[in-house]
């Protein structure tokens, strides 16, 4: 299949589907989803690329989008694309240091923000941005500064493409728009250092569109898709490009917290995530597990244990089940897993993207076991997402499946995983040193990920680069010990300790609200978290169930020490990335005291 260049891709769509729902979003005000129709987003689109012809906007110029997800996110996108701009996405999240970096570095004029904590954000840092030149405003309900005179709302910025001077200007620049553009910059969130601007061109795009229509048949304009990761991130941006390449049915989430409602309103039926959100359904089952009566636990146990062997055992493999196995399977089908799915909002649910870090075997068996059609995959920002992916109904547990159709590949020193490819970004922007230590003479990128080929399955051993040496010359590869221990409803969020130290330890935030009833449950009398999670019971909790956890670990890699926080990791700590991953030294920095305690003798 053939897919139009972005800056055209909309309006050639809206030829195609006219006046069906492109696109659905919440309103609050109103409490109910509003549809927007393919003619409408393409008006919308052709009305925001004049307003920025207007404002100004030059080839290839960047233009910055600060927000949550919402459905003007993709107008200014799409706008952007017909102009020929650059749109950078900056994560709803940022810090003002981060803004101010980003805004900077890519010395742009125009940057649209979201709602209220975007705008205060741009407003504060506009004064040491000598670029900045206007803030466009999304949120209509956002209270301006009493001093502000560089903003204006989003409708007002529509009402200046109204006029049609500058048509014959749009309409020369979108039938100019080539592959050798660049589409996005998207910076890194930069868990060890600098963010950089990571280039990604239209080649990467139309390439990633092919050889995603060679590998993938399953999605089609029939499917209504969750757009819940943000649109800064490039596995959920490269996936509702794809989307819409492909007529789905777009349904925006625009609050993340709010994921667990919105996805039982939608009830959609496709939807990518990272592990976490499969690791919360996991915990959940097994929560209501644990609270239900004895024979519920048993029928719930079987039924696990019934959809383990047929679809792990036989379906996965081509093998076909004895009679009664799928018999029993059926009964289940239309009882537990029917109910589960249902509770979840994914009982229409046909393709389930998932990646952006490990997927604990646990986990996926059990999403298999109860025929959730997850897929797993591995890629990153530079290689525009999507690397290699499952090949269903054929996969590997532990495995991120097969590499996309003329994606190269091969093992550069300590197994790292080299890549080349027209997917492939062709640099970082402005960045000339880091672009060459990334991508060698011969084209290809290190991507600083450690794996092995098995069967034509592609696995994931460690990151290099956080590969840990203990101070007896073991070396620990601190997330495969974290998603082995994740998994436990108790801890919610976990960091290994290990590099240059003589053993393992972890800093462990649990799940505040499991600890509380466990407490109540056993009379445990506090009068704060930190006094709780001190107590010699809490403690042995722990202890018996890291221990259960680990048992497949070698000894070296165990935990033998930890301790547990009474506060999370969090961003304003500057503990985690706007992706939520763990910046370590700073959480090592902040928590040192502790650490250093564990390892007394």
Same mark, same amino acid.
């Given at each position: 299949?053939?897919?139009?260049?972005? +800056?055209?891709?909309?309006?050639?769509? #809206?030829?195609?589907?006219?006046?069906?729902?492109?696109?659905?979003?919440?309103?609050?005000?109103?409490?109910?989803?509003?549809?927007?129709? /393919?003619?409408?987003?393409?008006?919308?689109?052709d009305? #925001?690329?004049?307003?920025?012809?207007?404002?100004?906007?030059?080839?290839?110029?960047?233009?910055?989008?600060?927000?949550?997800?919402?459905?003007?996110?993709?107008?200014t996108? @799409?706008?952007? @694309? #017909?102009?020929?701009?650059v749109s950078?996405?900056?994560y &709803?999240?940022?810090?003002?240091?981060q803004?101010?970096?980003?805004?900077?570095? +890519?010395?742009?004029?125009?940057?649209f923000?979201?709602?209220?904590?975007?705008?205060?954000?741009? @407003?504060?840092i506009?004064?040491?941005?000598?670029?900045?030149k206007? $803030?466009?405003?999304?949120?209509?309900?956002?209270?301006?500064?009493?001093?502000?005179?560089?903003?204006?709302y989003?409708?007002?910025?529509?009402?200046?493409?109204?006029d049609?001077?500058?048509?014959g200007?749009?309409?020369? =620049?979108?039938?100019? &728009?080539c592959d050798t553009?660049?589409?996005?910059?998207?910076?890194?969130?930069?868990?060890?250092?600098?963010?950089?601007?990571?280039?990604?061109?239209h080649?990467?795009?139309?390439?990633?569109? !092919?050889?995603?229509?060679?590998?993938?048949?399953?999605?089609?304009?029939?499917?209504?898709?969750?757009?819940?990761?943000?649109?800064?991130?490039?596995?959920?941006?490269? /996936?509702?490009?794809?989307? $819409?390449?492909?007529?789905?049915?777009?349904?925006?989430?625009?609050?993340?917290?709010?994921i667990?409602?919105?996805?039982?309103?939608?009830?959609?039926t496709?939807?990518?995530?990272?592990?976490?959100? /499969?690791?919360?359904?996991?915990?959940?089952?097994q929560? %209501?597990? +644990?609270?239900?009566?004895?024979?519920?636990?048993?029928?719930?146990?079987?039924?696990? %244990?019934?959809?383990? !062997?047929?679809?792990?055992?036989?379906?996965r493999?081509?093998?076909?089940?004895?009679?009664?196995?799928r018999?029993?399977?059926?009964?289940?089908?239309?009882?537990?897993?029917?109910?589960?799915?249902?509770?979840?909002?994914?009982?229409?649910?046909?393709?389930?993207?998932?990646a952006?870090?490990?997927?604990?075997?646990?986990?996926?068996?059990?999403?298999?076991?109860?025929?959730?059609?997850?897929?797993?995959?591995?890629?990153?920002?530079?290689?525009?997402?999507?690397v290699?992916?499952?090949?269903?109904?054929?996969y590997?547990?532990?495995?991120v499946?097969?590499?996309?159709?003329?994606?190269?590949?091969?093992?550069?020193?300590?197994?790292?995983?080299?890549?080349?490819?027209?997917?492939?970004?062709?640099?970082?922007?402005?960045?000339d040193?880091?672009?060459?230590a990334?991508?060698?003479e011969?084209?290809?990128?290190?991507?600083?990920?450690?794996?092995?080929?098995?069967?034509?399955e592609?696995?994931?051993?460690?990151?290099?680069?956080?590969?840990?040496?203990?101070?007896?010359?073991?070396?620990?590869?601190?997330?495969?010990?974290?998603?082995?221990?994740?998994v436990?409803r108790?801890?919610?969020?976990?960091?290994?300790?290990?590099?240059?130290?003589?053993?393992?330890? +972890?800093?462990?935030?649990?799940?505040?609200?499991?600890? =509380?009833?466990? #407490?109540?449950?056993? =009379?445990?009398?506090?009068?704060?978290?930190?006094?709780?999670?001190?107590?010699?019971?809490?403690?042995?909790?722990?202890?018996e169930? $890291?221990?259960?956890?680990?048992?497949q670990?070698?000894?070296?890699?165990?935990?033998?020490?930890?301790t547990?926080?009474?506060?999370?990791?969090?961003?304003?700590?500057?503990?985690?990335?706007?992706?939520?991953?763990?910046?370590?030294?700073?959480?090592?920095?902040n928590?040192a005291?502790? $650490?250093?305690?564990?390892?007394?003798?």
């Amino acid at each position: 299949m053939s897919h139009p260049h972005l +800056a055209l891709l909309v309006h050639e769509q #809206a030829k195609k589907y006219a006046d069906r729902v492109m696109l659905r979003y919440r309103d609050y005000t109103r409490e109910c989803w509003l549809p927007v129709t /393919w003619n409408q987003f393409s008006h919308t689109v052709d009305v #925001a690329a004049r307003s920025l012809l207007e404002l100004g906007v030059q080839i290839q110029e960047n233009i910055g989008v600060f927000s949550q997800n919402k459905p003007e996110c993709l107008y200014t996108d @799409f706008a952007a @694309f #017909a102009v020929r701009a650059v749109s950078v996405p900056l994560y &709803a999240t940022s810090s003002e240091e981060q803004v101010e970096y980003i805004v900077n570095d +890519a010395a742009i004029r125009y940057l649209f923000v979201g709602e209220q904590y975007q705008y205060d954000v741009a @407003f504060r840092i506009s004064t040491l941005c000598p670029s900045l030149k206007r $803030i466009i405003i999304f949120d209509k309900q956002v209270i301006r500064h009493s001093q502000d005179t560089m903003s204006l709302y989003y409708n007002d910025f529509l009402a200046l493409g109204t006029d049609k001077s500058v048509a014959g200007e749009l309409d020369k =620049r979108m039938h100019e &728009a080539c592959d050798t553009d660049i589409a996005n910059i998207l910076y890194t969130s930069g868990t060890t250092g600098v963010s950089k601007g990571v280039m990604i061109h239209h080649s990467c795009y139309k390439e990633a569109f !092919r050889i995603h229509d060679i590998r993938l048949s399953e999605i089609s304009d029939k499917d209504v898709v969750m757009n819940f990761l943000p649109l800064t991130h490039i596995f959920e941006k490269a /996936w509702t490009y794809y989307c $819409i390449c492909l007529g789905c049915t777009i349904c925006v989430n625009l609050r993340p917290a709010d994921i667990r409602d919105t996805i039982k309103e939608v009830r959609p039926t496709a939807m990518c995530a990272v592990p976490r959100f /499969w690791e919360k359904v996991y915990s959940g089952v097994q929560d %209501k597990i +644990a609270q239900s009566s004895f024979l519920t636990r048993m029928i719930f146990r079987d039924a696990l %244990k019934v959809g383990h !062997r047929y679809n792990l055992d036989y379906v996965r493999v081509g093998k076909v089940a004895p009679l009664w196995l799928r018999m029993r399977y059926r009964m289940y089908e239309k009882t537990v897993y029917s109910l589960l799915k249902k509770t979840v909002g994914i009982e229409n649910g046909r393709f389930f993207p998932t990646a952006g870090a490990a997927i604990p075997p646990v986990v996926e068996e059990f999403v298999h076991s109860v025929g959730i059609p997850m897929i797993t995959g591995y890629g990153l920002t530079e290689s525009t997402a999507t690397v290699s992916c499952d090949d269903m109904p054929h996969y590997t547990i532990g495995s991120v499946g097969k590499l996309m159709p003329d994606v190269e590949l091969k093992f550069g020193e300590n197994n790292e995983i080299l890549l080349r490819g027209k997917t492939i970004t062709k640099g970082y922007y402005k960045k000339d040193d880091l672009t060459k230590a990334a991508i060698d003479e011969d084209g290809w990128f290190h991507t600083g990920d450690a794996g092995y080929i098995k069967d034509g399955e592609l696995f994931l051993t460690e990151r290099i680069k956080d590969l840990f040496k203990t101070s007896n010359g073991k070396y620990i590869a601190p997330q495969a010990i974290e998603s082995k221990l994740v998994v436990d409803r108790y801890i919610d969020q976990i960091a290994i300790v290990a590099d240059q130290r003589k053993y393992v330890t +972890a800093l462990i935030v649990p799940t505040y609200d499991v600890v =509380r009833e466990y #407490a109540a449950k056993h =009379r445990i009398v506090y009068q704060t978290m930190d006094e709780l999670l001190k107590n010699e019971r809490i403690m042995q909790l722990y202890k018996e169930r $890291i221990d259960t956890l680990q048992q497949q670990l070698a000894h070296y890699e165990q935990v033998k020490y930890f301790t547990l926080l009474p506060e999370p990791f969090s961003m304003e700590k500057g503990e985690l990335t706007n992706t939520l991953k763990i910046k370590r030294q700073v959480v090592y920095r902040n928590y040192a005291a502790e $650490i250093e305690k564990m390892y007394e003798e």
